[in-house]
C-alpha cells in the first residue's frame, strides 16, 4: 500500500475514534466529570509510557530545553481545561455544543493566528471568520446564552496548538511531558476522593474501573494515529480529514442522544458548515497555487 494511502487511512482512524468520544465517557457515570479527567490523565501516563518502552524511545527525554518544558507545562494546563470541559460537556447532555467547539476551532485558530502571529488573512478567509461569528451570534440567541462550552473547547485546543507548534516536540513525547505535570494533582485528587468516600474506582465493579482506566488508551491510541498520518500527508490532507470528527461527533448527539434541534440551532449550525466551506475552499485553492508556483521553471 502507498504510504500515503496509509497516512489517509491513519488519519481517518483518528478522526473516527475521537468523532466516537462522546459515545465512551457517558459509560463511565455515576463518576464525575472531574474524577474521569483525574483518571484519564493517570491513565494516559501509563499509555504513552508503555508505548514509548515498546519503541525504547527514550533519549529524546534527555534533549528537552527549559522553553520546550515550560510550553508543555503550559499545553498541560490548557488540555486540562478542554479534556475536563469536554467531559462535562458530553456527560452533561451537550454533545452537539461540544460537536460546535471542533467545527469552530479551525476558524479559531486562524483568528489566532492574526492576532499572536501577526498574520495576514486573505479576503475568503475574513469572510469565513466573518459567517463564523455570525453563526455564534445566532447560536447565543438560541441558546438564550453563550455557547461556553463550544467557545471554551474551540479556544482551549486552538491556543494549545498553538503552544505544541512553538514547542516542536513529537506527539507520544509531548503527551509523555504533558501527563506527567498533570499526575500529581491527578492523584491528589483521586487520593482525596478515596479517603472522603466520593471515589467510584473499584466501588461499581471491575468493568466500571477497567473503563476508567481505558480512558488512557482511547487518548493515546488515536493520538499515534493522527502522529502517523501527519508525516505521510499534506497537511491541506489532514485540514480536510479534521471535519470527520466533530461530523460524527454531531450525528451521535442528533441521531444517538437525541438532543433537541429547534430551526435555530439548526440556521447556527447551516451557517457554520457555510463558513467552513469557504475556509475549506479558500485553503484547497491557495494549496494549488502554491503547488503550482513550486513548478514553474527558476
Do not use: C
Amino acid at each position: 500500500m502507498p504510504d500515503q494511502r496509509r497516512g489517509v487511512l491513519y488519519g481517518v482512524a483518528a478522526y473516527v475514534l475521537w468523532g466516537l468520544f462522546p459515545l465512551y465517557w457517558p459509560l463511565l457515570k455515576p463518576s464525575g466529570a472531574i474524577e474521569i479527567l483525574a483518571h484519564r490523565m493517570a491513565w494516559s501516563l501509563v499509555a504513552v509510557v508503555a508505548i514509548l518502552a515498546v519503541r525504547r524511545h527514550w533519549s529524546w527525554f534527555r534533549q528537552l530545553t527549559r522553553r520546550q518544558l515550560g510550553l508543555l507545562g503550559l499545553a498541560a494546563m490548557l488540555i486540562t481545561v478542554n479534556w475536563g470541559t469536554y467531559i462535562y460537556g458530553v456527560n452533561s447532555g451537550h454533545v452537539v455544543e461540544s460537536a460546535l467547539g471542533y467545527f469552530i476551532n479551525p476558524l479559531v485558530s486562524v483568528l489566532f493566528g492574526v492576532i499572536l502571529l501577526k498574520e495576514r488573512l486573505r479576503t475568503l478567509q475574513w469572510v469565513a471568520v466573518g459567517f463564523g461569528t455570525l453563526a455564534v451570534l445566532v447560536l447565543t440567541i438560541d441558546y438564550g446564552r453563550l455557547p461556553w462550552i463550544a467557545l471554551t473547547l474551540a479556544m482551549s485546543f486552538g491556543i494549545y496548538g498553538l503552544v505544541k507548534k512553538k514547542a516542536n516536540v513529537g506527539a507520544a513525547e509531548s503527551l509523555t511531558v504533558e501527563t506527567l505535570v498533570l499526575l500529581a494533582p491527578a492523584l491528589a485528587y483521586l487520593v482525596y476522593l478515596e479517603q472522603s468516600g466520593g471515589s467510584t474506582f473499584g466501588d461499581h465493579g471491575p468493568w466500571h474501573a477497567l473503563l476508567l482506566a481505558g480512558g488512557g488508551v482511547v487518548t493515546a491510541v488515536p493520538l499515534l494515529f493522527f502522529t502517523a498520518s501527519a508525516i505521510r500527508v499534506p497537511l491541506t490532507t489532514i485540514g480536510l480529514l479534521q471535519y470527520i470528527a466533530p461530523i460524527l461527533q454531531f450525528l451521535v448527539g442528533v441521531l444517538i442522544v437525541k438532543e433537541t434541534m429547534p430551526p435555530s440551532r439548526w440556521a447556527g449550525f447551516a451557517i457554520v458548515w457555510l463558513a467552513l466551506a469557504v475556509f475549506t475552499y479558500d485553503s484547497l485553492r491557495s494549496a494549488r497555487a502554491r503547488r503550482a508556483a513550486e513548478l514553474q521553471p527558476a
